[in-house]
């Protein structure tokens, strides 16, 4: 058995904790073996509530196991996203929140002349976060080859 004792920002007092297991290994090792693992089952939490990849609906084994590797590809590219291109300020958005607030979001293109116009309300994400963001995925492009 492990005592894990946490201390949280703003609580008076420390949250206690029990490890029960039958791990031969020091308690350091044994406390960041299930802390891994319950980052590890919020990864799947978060898959099953924002990618919803528990949605395997087709009759064929076959079929299903491709939508669940398209579903884990959707969910290792919006984690990408979170963690390569995002700004500080919304780095903690959750997946879910994600997808409300830069996916499913209703826009309008305006044409005029020579110029189109991208229109969203500013109700989710202001006008300079989602240039930023624009800006951050666009750095991740790759140079062009040098000529010779």
Known sequence: MVA???WHAGEL???VGFIVTNMTRPPERVTLFYNQR???EQHIKEGKNAIVWTR???HRFAANAVRLQLHALAYNLANFLRTLTLPEAVSHW???TLRDRLVKIGAKI???GRSITFQMAEVMVSRGLFQ???DAI???RPLPPARC
């Open 4 to 6: 894990k004792v946490e």
């Open 13 to 15: 007092y420390p949250r």
């Open 38 to 40: 319950g980052t590890a």
């Open 56 to 58: 395997l609906s087709c």
């Open 94 to 96: 959750s997946m879910t």
């Open 110 to 112: 305006v044409r005029h």
């Open 132 to 134: 930023h963001i624009l």
């Open 138 to 140: 666009a750095a991740l």
